[in-house]
């Protein structure tokens, strides 16, 4: 794919308000391999190939297992995601293909079972974040294979 516009780049200040959405995650309670399997699961649906190879790889630098990147897919045939990783990830697919469901008052409490009023905003906060940098890598062009993760995050 050709890069069309380097948005980062180019525009800045059009990025800023996703740019402190991900600080106020990362500020957040929310577990770092859940932010990390949330965005990689939303950023399959997608299609995004930066974002995958993006978040795959920063999903490795906080400890994650080449099985459970391989198998997030299937995520609920595989045996090694625990219920509050279900959870996120079913509230993942549930708001990134928003218009196909209802989000029930019937799943958001079972969501709710894991996730107290802030993790459940962060984890929201999360989705809404990377279905947007999802769009504008996909609509834009940015190139997969040249992200480097940050050493410290």
């Known amino acids: 794919m050709k890069k069309r516009i380097d948005y980062g780049k180019q525009f800045p200040k059009s ?53 459970r990147l391989y198998l997030l897919n299937a995520w609920r045939e595989a045996p090694f995601y625990s219920e509050k990783e279900r959870a996120a990830l079913e509230w993942t697919e549930i708001l990134t293909l928003v218009h196909q469901h209802h989000v029930s008052d019937e799943l958001y409490q079972k969501i709710k079972e894991h996730f107290d009023d802030e993790e459940m905003m962060a984890l929201t906060m999360t989705i809404i974040a990377i279905n947007g ?20 995050k």
Not at 17 to 33: A, F, I, M, R, T
Not at 45 to 57: E, P, Q, R, Y
Not at 133 to 152: D, V
Request: glycine share 8%.
């Open 133 to 152: 940098w999802n769009r504008l890598s996909i609509g834009f062009g940015t190139e997969a294979g040249t992200y480097e993760p940050q050493k410290n």
């Open 15 to 67: 990025i800023k308000g996703l740019l402190e959405v991900e600080k106020y995650v990362h500020q957040s309670s929310l577990d770092p391999k859940i932010f990390e399997l949330v965005k990689m699961r939303a950023s399959q649906i997608n299609g995004c190939a930066f974002c995958l190879d993006m978040h795959s790889k920063d999903a490795r630098a906080a400890g994650e297992t080449e099985q």
